[in-house]
């Protein structure tokens, strides 16, 4: 079984800066996908970032390219997600998320590719 723990979200200015952190415990890190989506109040759970094992393959949405960057560390068992010029539609429920299947080199976009969750932490940008 695989845990995921989430944490950093919070209240921040529009402009501002968060770091999220994806904390994974129990059977493997390594060798599988991870990603970040998020979910706003009244909308579908949306891609946000992936990157593959190997930190080699990095994938954003379009609506946060340039401003976001994901990253992990292996050894840590942990990923991150660094939130930069955060603007108010950035406010949502972001998850942290683990491949199904073992892959080096893959950073899936499609929600179904993804297999484990965590239990969420909210960003919330003020205007």
């Known amino acids: 079984q695989v845990q995921l723990v989430e944490s950093g979200g919070g209240l921040v200015q529009a402009g501002g800066s968060l770091t999220l952190s994806c904390a994974a415990s129990?059977?493997?890190?390594?060798?599988?996908?991870m990603g970040w989506f998020r979910q706003a109040p009244g909308k579908e759970r949306e891609f946000v970032a992936a990157?593959?094992?190997?930190?080699?393959?990095?994938v954003y949405a379009d609506s946060v390219k340039g401003r976001f960057t994901i990253s992990r560390d292996n050894i840590k068992m942990t990923q991150y997600l660094q939130m930069n010029s955060l603007k108010p539609e950035d406010t949502a429920v972001y998850y942290c998320?683990?491949?199904?299947?073992?892959?080096?080199?893959?950073?899936?976009?499609?929600?179904?590719?993804?297999?484990?969750w965590g239990q969420g932490t909210q960003v919330t940008v003020s205007s």
């Open positions: 129990g059977r493997t890190f390594g060798t599988y996908a």
């Open positions: 990157i593959s094992w190997s930190g080699g393959t990095t």
């Open positions: 998320t683990r491949a199904r299947a073992p892959s080096f080199y893959s950073a899936p976009r499609d929600e179904n590719e993804y297999g484990y």
